[in-house]
């Protein structure tokens, strides 16, 4: 017999991988683990602010953690409008491995409220424990298309697994089509603009992993949230396309007038194999364009080709050129 669509759904919400997950308790102290990426959002939770970061289509979680350890996550579900609960899940993947969907079950909290959206209908708390094999370890955490209600999550490790954040150096790309000065909390920053047709180019170094800034330049027919991408190749082909979903920014400012609104920055990631690469940023989508900002981590400054710029980099807002001049 045929099965059901919805029990095919709760199949597949409360299939989770035992391989790495462990729903049993720990002893020990935990950690807060700030995501690398991600929207925060505070919750009122019994009367105290908690923050969490939501996932959503559009955007994932990322967080950096050293194994041997373990991680605990919790999650809250929005609840739909006249029912008492709901079943959600999230994707979780390793580093570059396939993602796996963890399911749950929650039923709506009245003592639980979004902050900046009171009239949202959240569920209570539920968690799930992921073991950590040893190395240092991304684990990035997304919303699947069949999960439509946003998700809510938090995340803990063991006080000494919290993997080190690197120090970044700011980068000036090879070319771009003009530098663009802009103010965020009265320091001033260039960035660099792209668009569908013109983009950035950079030479890089590997293995590394570079860090972008992405801020969307609003104008008059923009409204709300605005979904763009971002896109790298190299000789031709395409290596990453990231989506990212843009708001505008209440910070940042133009240092000379604009008829346009910059958006907040959006960040995204380029992990470049060993060895010299040649990549370009562009944007496939007509009719925006977009500010770029790129960083490299300190400790990747010591690759040969960029020996004789290593003393610049103390100063982390002066970006520097790496390869070809």
Not at 311 to 325: A, D, F, K, T, V
Request: positive net charge.
């Amino acid at each position: 017999m045929k099965a059901k669509p919805n029990s095919l759904i709760i199949y597949l919400l409360f299939s989770i991988v035992f391989l790495f997950s462990n729903v049993s308790a720990f002893t020990g102290g935990w950690k807060l683990i700030p995501p690398e990426t991600g929207r925060k959002v505070k919750l009122k939770v019994n009367k105290k602010t908690r923050t969490y970061w939501r996932l959503e289509h559009n955007q994932a979680v990322k967080i950096l953690v050293n194994g041997p350890s373990r991680i605990k996550v919790y999650s809250r579900a929005v609840i739909p409008a006249k029912k008492k609960e709901t079943l959600y899940g999230f994707e979780v993947q390793l580093d570059d491995g396939k993602p796996c969907l963890v399911g749950r079950g929650t039923a709506y909290k009245k003592t639980v409220k979004n902050i900046k959206h009171p009239k949202l209908r959240i569920g209570e708390s539920r968690s799930v424990y992921l073991k950590v094999p040893e190395g240092k370890h991304e684990y990035t955490f997304t919303l699947p298309k069949m999960v439509e209600e946003p998700v809510f999550v938090r995340f803990y490790v063991e006080n000494h697994a919290v993997a080190e954040k690197p120090s970044w150096i700011a980068y000036l790309p090879r070319t771009s089509l003009e530098e663009v000065r802009i103010s965020v909390k009265e320091r001033e920053y260039i960035y660099y603009r792209a668009a569908k047709g013109k983009y950035i180019e950079l030479d890089i170094i590997g293995p590394t992993r570079v860090r972008g800034i992405a801020r969307l330049e609003f104008d008059a027919s923009i409204r709300g949230e605005k979904a763009f991408r971002v896109q790298v190749s190299e000789d031709d082909k395409v290596l990453m396309t990231a989506p990212l979903t843009a708001k505008i920014s209440g910070t940042a400012s133009y240092t000379t007038p604009s008829d346009k609104v910059l958006g907040k920055g959006e960040t995204f990631y380029i992990d470049v194999p060993a060895g010299h690469h040649h990549l370009k940023v562009t944007i496939p989508d007509p009719g925006i364009s977009v500010l770029f900002r790129f960083y490299l981590p300190q400790k990747d400054l010591s690759n040969e080709i960029r020996s004789e710029y290593a003393n610049r980099g103390n100063n982390l807002e002066g970006p520097i050129r790496c390869g070809s001049q």
